[in-house]
């Protein structure tokens, strides 16, 4: 069974950075893409970034783009979220996901404020 789980969000000042962890466990990242994705309550679910298994290729949405990088270290079978340079326009509930597969992190919340 694939599980992911997320970790590092917290409260944040604008400008300041925060790097998200997603792990897997009943898989491998050498086979699953992986992306990240954030929901402000009320709204739509947004596409943040995506990193191919297989290439590392990284894909990442206008909003972000500049700011957050994704990386990946398939030893930790883990996906990361570096997000600089924050604003509060950025604060959401983060997830990471398969979304091949339809497996979803539980979210961690992150929020950008004075």
């Known amino acids: 069974q694939l599980v992911l789980v997320e970790s590092g969000g917290g409260l944040v000042q604008p400008g300041g950075s925060q790097r998200l962890s997603c792990v897997l466990t009943g898989g491998s990242l050498d086979f699953y893409d992986i992306g990240w994705f954030r929901q402000v309550s009320g709204k739509e679910r947004e596409g943040v970034s995506a990193?191919?298994?297989?290439?590392?290729?990284?894909f990442y949405s206008d909003s972000v783009k500049g700011r957050f990088t994704i990386s990946k270290d398939n030893r930790k079978n883990t996906v990361y979220l570096q997000m600089n340079s924050l604003r509060p326009d950025d604060t959401a509930v983060y997830y990471c996901?398969?979304?091949?597969?339809?497996?979803w992190g539980q979210g961690t919340q992150v929020t950008v404020s004075s």
């Open positions: 990193i191919h298994a297989a290439t590392g290729r990284t």
């Open positions: 996901a398969i979304p091949g597969q339809n497996v």
